[in-house]
């Protein structure tokens, strides 16, 4: 039986308590990752009902959020646990909500709250209401274990065997076919690599492949078992089993824990782990250094083989025969003088294949440390598991001390070779990775024969125990303060109370309709589009003749059948002579199935003439290749600034992009109405007018006949600006063409491909500053790598060199940029828009500064800070109050110097492993700088029942538009909140409406809804002055009565925004967003790895509409933000192809990665005169914050570089990967002669 989300529970049956308390905790933004969240927890509730926090972040280790940081769903399921509700932070019982504590951070003003949700309304968990496995189904399977089961598709048989014997028939019969058990390595070579099977064999159901049985010698595990029942039966084993037996056991349970998600784990087999042996396939090195066993079987007979280096390299002698299967695998118990490790790095700590791992293991003389034999196998190194046979050889016989360790080095990295091109690139990394992981391996051991024979060995140095075990672990802690409402305001107002997502429970059971939810429409067709395979080229020729033979293909469209124009001024929608990079779209297949589309789309032909193409900022910079002019911003007097100051620095950073990386990917549905050249185009985008107009244009059709639609979208992040308008005009056009609704929705590889992301920043600096660390002088030049067509690549320029003070006053600074174009993917906007590259840049100019002065880091960037009343270089004028306050209390409330003293006390001690600590302030701009970008429409209807509809032109992004604006209009029209509905964003409501984006979107649109509310109150108020006793409900009908409009429409001009880049002076900017957030984290010296440990961000929201969405928002951001800085890496090769395109490649913030303290104060008694209700728009600025991840880390790496006498000065370019921190702090491995 397969239960779904809908099947769990559902707004018109039971909202099941899983889904209630994440929709009331405010686990879900955009909600798209909220289904699988549920179903996590749900398939954990139903094995353990009372989890523990480890079973619960372990559920999640496997699920994707981009929205919410992960913390509102831990939280959620807190709830679940038998554990205290209460955070405990003080660790002295104290609770974090105690009210008294809470309240003193607001002498003056409104009471602070902690409190988010109401636990005390959640239903509670009832067991007896869960389904039961239906019994139906079990006497179905009962009688199917006796007959083969055979599934005839299209193109693969699929067979399932019910015994052994048949299983080996089939294999005789079909010696190709893969045995498919968890399908999650054949899978998804089919998916992604086109492998084509025509037979499958299905082996789960024969008993012989799940035995398991527990023999003298050791354990015996079918092949078919799952890794998650091999992790209980190795649980099981080791509580059982002594100690000295289970080595190889615990060493594997290490291993598992990290093993990809708890979904993965619950499907592959061990068999089809072992068989598929990837090279950085985890278990397999330490099944191989534990000598187990393969038990085969085939028609002809059994036999065993060892599943050694031989076996994982594939050597035909040791290898399984094609009409071969693995009936089980056999582990031997270990021995009393056993010593086994293994290790493994990956580019996020769960989830992620590793770069290097390996299995260790060394069996001593009978008490001695006398080498008798020694294991050791890498993986991640070639292209199967290797081992350092003749290294291990060499080294028998030898003592295990220190020289040994200095010659196995040597010995493994002559043996083990990894050429400077290898795939997958990381060289150096991978080759320090194999001896660090020796060495540590060396430690180990030394350790356990000191455990072992304790007057025999000393004692480890304390230097070196720092070199052992993983970082160490605390069940995650969090809070969240926000100043209450006015204690008058009454109770009806939701005003300023964090009211649950209006799509919350929708999300929560899966009812929530994306634009690819939407039910098929009658004809439709499906579109896939073929794109560039070259950066730079002519195209010569497009052959469809062979895609439109194939079957259910109804037609391929190319640029030609495009009746009006194609795109825009800037970028086409399909390519005409010359394609401009890889994954641009250059026609389109439409098919009566997706899969038929896809299939034709593999038989188009496209012949090119290659040009040369530019890719780097660099190429760029040398072929003068831009878009536009320079932008500049200067102020004071740079080369008088640079005459009086005592000591002058220069240094280079890059940046690198970020992908969106939205859970959902482009989607489109273009359905033509048949009449008059109507069409409605559905569609996941942040500018439904864009939409319309590129559409329009493309059709050769006035506006008027288009209607763009879009109820939610399933994440955006700035990356549905621009782009989804170039979908929608592709499947317009087969639209038009065929006269049929087409479908586009692409798949992950595609929208990583074509859509582009973050500008890469590139940034060169000279900066000038007195002994005291006053920064006196700063010339600043920055570069973003745009890419092909100018998108918005202009404005996030423009954005870099406006915002490249952050927050500090610099009296003699000019900064000039430049947007590059290359033949990369159009870059465009991104949650921040250039921001967060210029701000890390001038935070690691201030930090190399203060690295120059030998100041603390804080001291330099306080004594720096704007204070008070400013101007900004482009002289606006800037009230830095706030930035201060936000300041000293995030100096307070982190406890900052008492923690950095820790901080420095913990690394004296600790060799191997180091801490840092980083305190960032931010000043962030919301909005455009120009007025017309801030214009806002609304149109409110109230119906004779006194319901309320309301629209406007934002668009739901998961930001929680619709929430705040209902809250508006509740407040305005002083109805209750239910009342209040919104429906779609639609082109046919609110027309002309200006994009979704700049942290602006809830504000501007609300004071649209704002003043059509008002206009509708003001139409009502006889009415009500007539009868101020009467209900709503009575007034409405009254007021219909005497014909009283009850519909009106609301507007909003803008904030009058300017800026002249003449004079390069303006009033650029609405207002100020002011944060700073103190991070603190722990490195690993050896592996390169990091933990967040503890994160405090201090945030001016103002007065908060809706204090749940605004701290959803800063959380979500900051997250995004410690992605985008530690670990978000696209890669290209030199010819310009992305690498990085899909979750297995790109790795983004997962549940492991957020910090295991996260405590986020909204600055209280503030107050922003300019928007509505005295908000502020804040969905951007927490971004920045993730920085202090970066700062942290940075500051560990100087404690590791002071106390091994390095240079002082050092760069570490953005994403600060555990490449990038292994090899800043260098050690005797990193400089091993024979490592270059
Ligand atoms: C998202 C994801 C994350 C992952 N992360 C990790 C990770 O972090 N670390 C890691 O080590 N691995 C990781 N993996 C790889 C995973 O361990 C393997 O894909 C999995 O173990 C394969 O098992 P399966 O049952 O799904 O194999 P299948 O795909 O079903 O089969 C794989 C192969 O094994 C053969 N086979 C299966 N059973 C037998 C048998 N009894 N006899 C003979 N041949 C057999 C099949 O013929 C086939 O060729 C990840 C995979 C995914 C998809
Ligand atoms: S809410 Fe999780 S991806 Fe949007």
């Not at 996030?796 to 003070?805: A, F, Q, S």
Request: proline residues 5%.
């Amino acid at each position: 039986a397969v239960t779904t989300v809908e099947g769990v529970g559902s707004t018109k049956t039971r909202v099941h308590p899983i889904q209630e308390r994440l929709a009331k905790c405010h686990g879900s933004q955009c909600g798209f990752c909220t289904p699988g969240m549920v179903m996590s927890m749900y398939a954990l509730l139903r094995n353990h009902p009372e989890p523990s926090m480890e079973q619960i972040t372990a559920a999640l280790d496997g699920n994707l959020c981009r929205c919410t940081g992960y913390r509102p769903i831990i939280d959620t399921y807190k709830s679940f646990t038998g554990e205290p509700a209460c955070c405990q932070l003080r660790g002295t019982g104290q609770c974090c909500l105690d009210k008294e504590d809470v309240c003193s951070s607001s002498d003056k003003g409104n009471q602070m709250r902690s409190d988010l949700c109401s636990p005390e309304e959640f239903q509670p968990v009832d067991p007896t209401q869960e389904f039961i496995f239906p019994p139906e189904l079990m006497r179905m399977a009962q009688e199917q274990q006796k007959r083969t089961l055979v599934f005839h598709g299209e193109r693969t048989t699929w067979i399932s065997p019910t015994n052994l014997r048949e299983l080996l028939e089939l294999k005789a019969m079909y010696p190709k076919a893969p045995l498919v058990v968890g399908n999650t390595s054949v899978g998804l070579d089919m998916k992604l690599e086109g492998v084509i099977h025509p037979v499958i064999i299905h082996p789960t159901r024969i008993p012989d492949l799940h035995v398991v049985s527990n023999t003298n010698n050791g354990l015996l595990i079918g092949a078919a078992c799952c890794l998650a029942q091999l992790r209980d039966i190795l649980i099981r084993a080791v509580s059982e089993l002594p100690e000295e037996k289970t080595k190889i056991f615990r060493t594997l349970l290490q291993q598992l824990k990290t093993l990809a998600g708890e979904q993965i784990r619950s499907l592959a087999s061990l068999g089809g782990h072992i068989v598929s042996r990837g090279s950085t396939w985890d278990l397999n090195p330490v099944l191989a250094i534990g000598n187990s066993v393969l038990s085969l079987a085939s028609k002809d007979g059994t036999r065993q083989i060892p599943l050694n280096d031989h076996f994982l390299a594939g050597y035909e002698n040791s290898d399984l025969k094609p009409e071969e299967v693995i009936v089980s695998v056999f582990i031997p118990y270990s021995g009393k003088d056993d010593f086994v490790s293994a290790f493994r790095q990956a580019e996020r700590q769960k989830n992620a294949l590793s770069v290097v791992n390996s299995g260790m293991r060394v069996l001593f003389k009978a008490n001695t440390n006398i080498i008798m034999d020694l294991n050791i196998l890498y993986g991640g190194i070639g292209s199967t598991t290797v081992s350092a046979r003749k290294s291990c050889q060499r080294l028998k016989g030898r003592q295990w001390n220190e020289q040994m360790l200095d010659e196995a080095c040597k010995l493994v990295l002559g043996e083990i070779s990894l050429s400077p091109s290898a795939p997958g690139g990381k060289v150096e990394y991978r080759r320090t990775l194999l001896v660090s992981f020796l060495f540590k391996f060396y430690l180990e051991v030394l350790y356990g024969l000191k455990k072992m024979y304790p007057t025999k060995y000393p004692d480890l140095s304390k230097k070196n125990m720092s070199a052992l075990g993983e970082f160490h672990s605390e069940a995650h802690q969090s809070m969240q303060i926000y100043q209450d409402v006015d204690p008058g305001q009454p109770p009806q107002d939701p005003v300023g109370r964090p009211i649950m997502h209006q799509s919350g429970i929708k999300h929560a059971t899966g009812e929530a309709v994306y634009c690819n939810d939407i039910r098929s429409v009658d004809e439709e067709l499906f579109l896939t589009v073929v794109t560039s395979s070259r950066a730079h080229a002519k195209i010569v020729s497009i052959d469809a003749s062979e895609a439109l033979k194939m079957p259910g293909v109804v037609d391929v469209i190319t640029a030609k059948d495009i009746p009006g124009k194609n795109g825009s001024e800037e970028e086409q929608a399909y390519a005409e002579d010359e394609v401009i990079c890889m994954g641009q779209i250059v026609c389109a297949v439409v098919a009566e199935s997706n899969v038929q589309a896809k299939r034709g789309a593999e038989k188009v032909k496209i012949k090119y003439e290659d040009l040369e193409p530019i890719l780097t900022i660099e190429d760029a910079i040398k072929h003068n290749s831009y878009f536009g002019e320079v932008k500049k911003v200067e102020q004071g007097n740079i080369e008088e600034g640079f005459k009086s100051v005592d000591e002058i620095i220069e240094g280079e950073i890059h940046i690198g992009g970020q992908e969106h990386f939205y859970l959902e990917t482009n989607s489109v549905l273009v359905v033509p109405r048949g009449e008059d050249k109507e069409m409605d185009v559905h569609v996941s985008t942040q500018d439904a007018a864009r939409v319309q107009e590129l559409v329009a244009s493309a059709l050769d059709v006035q506006s008027s006949r288009i209607m763009c639609h879009s109820k939610r979208v399933g994440g955006a992040f700035g990356g549905k600006m621009t782009k989804p308008a170039f979908f929608a005009v592709v499947a317009a056009v087969a639209a038009h063409k065929t006269g049929r609704p087409v479908r586009f929705t692409l798949e992950r590889d595609e929208d990583m491909l074509i859509t582009g992301g973050r500008h890469p920043l590139f940034g060169k600096y000279k900066v000038g500053f007195t002994n005291e660390g006053r920064i006196i002088a700063a010339d600043i030049e920055c570069y973003i790598n745009a890419g092909c067509t100018l998108d918005e690549s202009e404005l996030v320029i423009e954005y870099v060199v406006l915002k490249t003070d952050n927050a500090y006053k610099i009296p003699n600074l000019r900064v000039r940029g430049r947007a590059c174009k290359t033949n990369l993917p159009s870059n465009t906007a991104f949650r921040g828009f250039g921001f967060p590259q210029v701000g890390l840049f001038t935070e690691s100019w201030v930090a190399a500064v203060a690295t120059q002065t030998g100041l603390p880091h804080e001291k330099i960037r306080e004594i720096n800070m704007y204070k008070g009343v400013n101007l900004t270089p482009f002289k606006e004028e800037l009230d830095a109050t706030n930035l201060m306050k936000c300041w000293k209390e995030c100096m307070e409330k982190s406890e900052y110097h008492c923690r950095k003293i820790a901080v420095e006390e913990f690394n004296k001690q600790n060799y191997w492993k180091k801490k840092g600590i980083a305190i960032i302030p931010m000043k962030f701009t919301v909005g455009f700088n120009a007025t017309q970008y801030h214009q806002a429409a609304a149109l409110v209807h109230i119906y004779t029942d006194g319901s309320v509809l309301v629209t406007h032109g934002g668009i739901e992004l998961g930001q929680g538009i619709h929430t705040k604006i209902l809250q508006i209009a509740s407040r305005e029209l002083k109805v209750p909140l239910s009342y209040v509905h919104f429906c779609e964003t639609s082109t046919v409501t609110v027309p002309n409406a200006i994009v979704t984006a700049g942290s602006i979107g809830s504000e501007v649109n609300g004071k649209a809804v704002q003043n059509a509310c008002q206009i509708l109150r003001k139409r009502l108020e006889p009415i009500i002055n007539k009868n101020p006793e009467g209900k709503w409900e009575d007034w409405v009908t009254e007021a219909h009565g005497h014909s009283v409009s009850l519909s009106a429409t609301g507007y909003f001009r803008g904030y009058v925004t300017n800026m002249n880049w003449d004079t390069g002076e303006g009033n650029a900017f609405p207002y100020f967003v002011f944060g700073v957030a103190c991070s603190e984290v722990e490195i690993d010296c050896l592996t390169g790895g990091h933990k967040n440990i503890r994160t405090d961000i201090v945030m001016d929201a103002c007065f908060s509409i809706n204090p749940a969405v605004d701290i959803g928002q800063i959380e979500g951001a900051f997250i995004q933000g410690v992605g985008l800085y530690t670990m978000e890496e696209i890669n290209f090769s030199p010819e310009g192809q992305q690498y990085t395109l899909g979750p297995d490649t790109y790795k983004i913030p997962a549940v492991c990665d957020i910090p295991e303290q996260f405590r986020v104060y909204l600055l209280p008694n503030s107050r922003n005169p300019m928007a509505i209700y005295s908000s502020k728009g804040i969905g951007e600025a927490g971004l920045f914050l993730g920085s202090s991840v970066f700062f942290a880390i940075r500051d560990a790496v100087a404690a590791v570089r002071k106390e091994r006498g390095l240079t002082k000065t050092f760069t570490l370019n953005s994403p600060l990967t555990v490449e990038q921190i292994r090899m800043a702090c260098a050690d005797n491995f990193t400089e091993m002669p024979w490592l270059h």
